[in-house]
């Protein structure tokens, strides 16, 4: 059974830092692309980033040189590192995998960016 837990739930202020994790619970995690995406309140989930087994990566525009995404396999968690967080990166925030044509999400974890 494939389980994504994301921690790092919070309240930032406009240009602070922020690290969210995802726990999962795959076999042969190594040799799966994990993702992350958002959602804001109204609007679409939308792909913030991506990162292979070999750990390539792929950001959208809005984030590119501002977050980070990275791996442990030993660990089998996946991090998305936040800086310079503005009001618009205020969502809920979902770990994602693609595993044997099933998509499988996380809970979500909320990150406000305000004030």
């Known amino acids: 059974q494939v389980q994504l837990v994301e921690s790092g739930v919070g309240l930032v202020q406009p240009g602070g830092s922020l690290r969210l994790s995802c726990a999962a619970s795959i076999s042969s995690f190594s040799i799966y692309a994990m993702k992350w995406y958002r959602q804001a309140p109204g609007k679409q989930r939308e792909l913030v980033a991506g990162?292979?087994?070999?750990?390539?990566?792929n950001y959208a525009d809005s984030v590119k040189g501002r977050f980070t995404i990275s791996r442990d396999n030993a660990k089998k968690m996946v991090y998305l590192q936040m800086n310079s967080l503005k009001s618009e990166d205020t969502a809920v925030y979902y770990c994602n995998v693609d595993l044997l044509g099933q998509s499988y999400w996380g809970q979500g974890t909320q990150v406000t960016v305000s004030s």
């Open positions: 990162i292979t087994r070999l750990r390539s990566t």
